[in-house]
């Protein structure tokens, strides 16, 4: 007879080999609509050099903290982070230095959150007017409507305002829109002096 021989089963057990995950957060400049016309985009502080933070993603999420402001811009504060690259003050915003707590799966971009600044429109009476001073705030680039003749001065009309105090040229007419405001100003009245006709005529003293 023949020999019998016995063939052992041999099991091989494999598991999952896991590699982390790494996504990359940017904090980019962005780009903002300049009001010097349609589809005029500009970075914002160039100079700027895009900061790439790599973070990683798993079952113990990792928590990212924010950077605070890095990008400046004219009439405007950053007070948050944005995922638009064009945010004005509109749409979701990250605070700054907050934790970023929105959940993490893929590459994140974030851009300034734009606040624009306000600036204070004063109409003041100056040395000679009398009456009460008015004052307006305005957001950067923004106008406003100027009063009208709200000073009185004795022997003198006010035809409109100017920002140097007693000045005799008229850059702003009264109850007209402002030039876009870009900071602080205040505006004093342009006097023009009455006159009286004082003559005598020869049949009123018959």
């Known amino acids: 007879f023949g020999s019998t021989q016995t063939v052992k089963n041999n099991t091989t057990k494999f598991y999952p080999h896991w ?34 933070v790599m973070r990683t993603d798993g079952s113990d999420a990792q928590q990212i903290t924010l950077p605070g ?5 004219e009439g405007y504060v950053q007070t948050g982070w944005s995922v638009s690259k064009t945010n004005n003050g509109t749409g979701v915003k990250y605070e ?30 100056g040395t000679d007017g009398v009456g009460t001073a008015q004052e307006a705030e305005v957001a950067y680039n923004k106008v406003t409507k100027a009063p009208g003749a709200i000073f009185t001065r ?20 009264l109850n ?12 004093y009245p342009v006097w023009f002096k009455d006159f009286f006709d004082t003559s005598v005529s020869v049949d009123s003293l018959d």
């Open 19 to 52: 590699k982390q995950v790494v996504f990359t957060f940017t904090f980019g400049a962005g780009s903002y609509y300049d009001a010097a016309g349609p589809n005029n985009y500009t970075d914002a502080s160039m100079t700027q050099l895009n900061e790439v």
């Open 69 to 73: 402001a890095m990008f400046t811009r």
């Open 96 to 125: 700054l230095n907050s934790v970023y707590t929105k959940e993490i799966d893929g590459d994140v971009n974030l851009y300034p959150y734009w606040t624009p600044v306000v600036y204070t429109v004063k109409f003041e009476g």
């Open 154 to 173: 004795l022997g003198y009309s006010q035809i409109g305002w100017a920002t140097t105090e007693n000045s005799d040229t008229v850059e702003l007419q």
């Open 176 to 187: 007209a829109n402002t030039p876009a405001i870009k900071g602080d100003v205040t505006y």
